[in-house]
């Protein structure tokens, strides 16, 4: 069954607190080599099929309800799964 | 700056109630074509150079830190930044 994803990422403008705890914990980690990091959601949605009409649609979904697009940009794409 | 993309997505045999729920709402906003949800988080990661070092360093941030791999698969690859 086709799967399409939505990325959905807090704007570059918009603070990201959820990243910021991440990049703060990474040192005391261990970990080094990272200069930032953001946190979004991602969504996978499978479809019954891959079409124009059914892309527009997941495009509306994510406009309208996935993401909120004052805060946070989304994009949209199809994958194949095995 | 090179970015590094961590997602984390719930395992397949594992209850997904977010997902359930962004399921369970699009009919009800009029939306059709979509038999599954599975909801999960991005990480986008800027790292200083793309390396085999680097990149082994942030699969053990997914591993250890990003993910709970008693209950998540994750997913660890480079994207180019514009």
Known sequence: MP?????????????????????????????SGVSDVRQGKRFELEVD??????????????????ANTVIENYTVRVEETA
Chains 1, 2 share one sequence.
């Open 3 to 31: 799967r399409v994803v939505v990325d959905v990422m807090p704007k570059p403008e918009i603070l990201d607190p959820q990243g910021k705890a991440v990049l703060g914990a990474l040192p005391r980690l261990g970990f």
């Open 49 to 66: 099929e891959v079409s124009d009409a059914m892309l527009a649609e997941v495009e509306k979904m994510a406009e309208t309800f996935l």
